[in-house]
Nanobody, 124 residues
Framework: QVQLVESGGGLVQAGGSLRVSCVVS????????MGWFRQAPGKEREFVAT????????RYADSVRGRFTISRDNAKNTVYLQMNSLKPDDTAIYYC?????????????????WGQGTQVTVSS
């Protein structure tokens, strides 16, 4: 059974930083493209960042490019999202997702397993 467990969310002031993590079990992690998505109250889930199985291909949403960094440690079955220069608009539940494919994916349907989400709140 594939499981994704996120951690690291919390409350931070605007301009601050947070790192969220996601540990994956139950599948060959290095062969799974990983993604981070977020969902704010009343809004649809939106793409944030994605990384290929090897880590060699990365894509970001325009809204976070230059502020957020996605990375992975295949030895630890973990994907990270480092978030810097946070803004109140970044407030959302952040979800990690695992794909059956090794490549990156920017749409929700590219992923078949999701974590439970971790809340990130940025105060102004």
């Amino acid at each position: 059974q594939v499981q994704l467990v996120e951690s690291g969310g919390g409350l931070v002031q605007a301009g601050g930083s947070l790192r969220v993590s996601c540990v994956v079990s139950g599948r060959t992690f290095s062969r799974s493209g990983m993604g981070w998505f977020r969902q704010a109250p009343g809004k649809e889930r939106e793409f944030v960042a994605t990384i290929s199985g090897s880590g060699g291909s990365i894509r970001y949403a325009d809204s976070v490019r230059g502020r957020f960094t996605i990375s992975r440690d295949n030895a630890k079955n973990t994907v990270y999202l480092q978030m810097n220069s946070l803004k109140p608009d970044d407030t959302a539940i952040y979800y990690c997702a695992s794909s059956p494919n090794i490549q990156t994916g920017i749409t929700t349907w590219a992923y078949d397993y999701w974590g439970q989400g971790t809340q990130v709140t940025v105060s102004s």
